[in-house]
């Protein structure tokens, strides 16, 4: 079975700061990689699919990058909106990963 | 507008039954496959069923398999989840989920979810 581990757990940051927030999967999974963001008392959203295509609608500060085990969310500039909680996920069997925190510093 | 709203969750003792639904409209209901994911209190997301968008095709995580299980009415636009032999490990908000693309036998990633439902074990 094909686990994601998400690095770091939480990462302080502040308003207008770069977030790079990295997915690593135990085997090789080409890019088979969503990612997910989650705000308190709200469903996910999801952000990117395929590693690195936009979801409509969101925003160009938000990019994904990597293939095969080594993946990244980066977030350009933070915004306010964007303290969250991110989790990545395989397309194949549908696992998360156990999520990376931005919060505000 | 995709829209999709869960609905049966409650507090349930250890043991008990409960049939969760999904109430899905703005697409093609029968043409994209339909998933259901749970969250933890505190904890993050745990996807535990898939269906196909015939319903034919039924997935589901090692946790819940042989205790839950995943059914659609495409008539309806309504998925549903089924889940039996409760435990206190199964407390969770459990949201529905819409796969990206149109046709896929298998979903890839969820592209809406509904607000979610919460079910509470305990005795």
């Known amino acids: 079975e094909i686990l994601l581990t998400q690095s770091p757990a939480t990462l302080s940051l502040s308003p207008g700061e770069r977030a790079t927030l990295s997915c690593r999967a135990s085997r090789s999974i080409a890019t088979y990689l969503a990612w997910y963001q989650q705000k308190p008392g709200q469903a996910p959203r999801l952000l990117i699919y395929?590693?690195?295509n936009r979801a409509a609608g969101v925003p160009a500060r938000f990019s994904g990058s990597g293939s095969g085990a080594d993946f990244t969310l980066t977030i350009s500039s933070l915004e306010p909106e964007d303290f969250a909680v991110y989790y990545c996920?395989?397309?194949?069997?549908?696992?998360f990963g156990g999520g990376t925190r931005v919060e505000i510093k | 507008e995709v829209q999709l709203a869960e609905s049966g969750g409650g507090l349930e003792q250890p043991g008990t039954s409960l049939r969760l639904s999904c109430a899905a409209s703005?697409?093609?209901?029968?043409?994209?496959?339909m998933s259901w994911v749970r969250q933890a209190p505190g904890k993050g997301l745990e996807w535990i069923s898939s269906?196909?968008?015939?319903?034919?095709?039924?997935y589901y995580a090692n946790s819940v398999k042989g205790r839950f299980t995943v059914s659609r009415d495409n008539s309806k636009n309504i998925l549903y989840l089924q889940l039996s032999s409760l435990r206190a490990e199964d407390t969770a908000v459990y949201y529905c989920a819409k796969t990206l693309a149109p046709g896929t036998p298998r979903p890839t990633f969820f592209d809406s979810w509904g607000q979610g439902t919460l079910v509470t074990v305990s005795s």
């Open positions: 703005g697409f093609n209901f029968g043409n994209f496959a």
């Open positions: 395929d590693a690195s």
């Open positions: 996920q395989h397309r194949s069997n549908w696992l």
């Open positions: 269906s196909s968008g015939s319903g034919a095709g039924t």
